[in-house]
Nanobody, 115 residues
Framework: QVRLVESGGGLVQAGDSLRLSCTQY????????MAWYRQSPGKERELVAE???????TYAQSVKGRFTIAGGNPRNPLSLQMDSLKPEDTAVYYC?????????WGQGTQVTVSS
């Protein structure tokens, strides 16, 4: 059974940086693609960034140029480098990985950006 565990969240000020990590436990399944989602109170969960096995990545327009997704393979756990953080980036961030028709989620890590 695949288990994804996020780490690295916290409380920072606007303009600061944070790095989130997602570690896979329980199975060596190669999840593809892997992604970061986020959800703010009262809002739908939204895709932040996604990376495929061949290394191609896509980003939400709101984070393009500020966030960098990397890893998602056995040698390098999935990460999300978040720079120039804004208060509107405040949310619970979730790691996601897919294998065949299955979708696996972490429990989420809180990121709070104060102005």
């Amino acid at each position: 059974q695949v288990r994804l565990v996020e780490s690295g969240g916290g409380l920072v000020q606007a303009g600061d940086s944070l790095r989130l990590s997602c570690t896979q436990y329980g199975s060596n399944l190669r999840l593809n693609p892997m992604a970061w989602y986020r959800q703010s109170p009262g809002k739908e969960r939204e895709l932040v960034a996604e990376i495929s096995m061949d290394g191609r990545s896509t980003y939400a327009q709101s984070v393009k140029g500020r966030f960098t997704i990397a890893g998602g393979n056995p040698r390098n756990p999935l990460s999300l480098q978040m720079d120039s953080l804004k208060p509107e980036d405040t949310a619970v961030y979730y790691c996601n990985g897919r294998w065949s028709q299955h979708s696996f989620w972490g429990q989420g890590t809180q990121v709070t950006v104060s102005s």
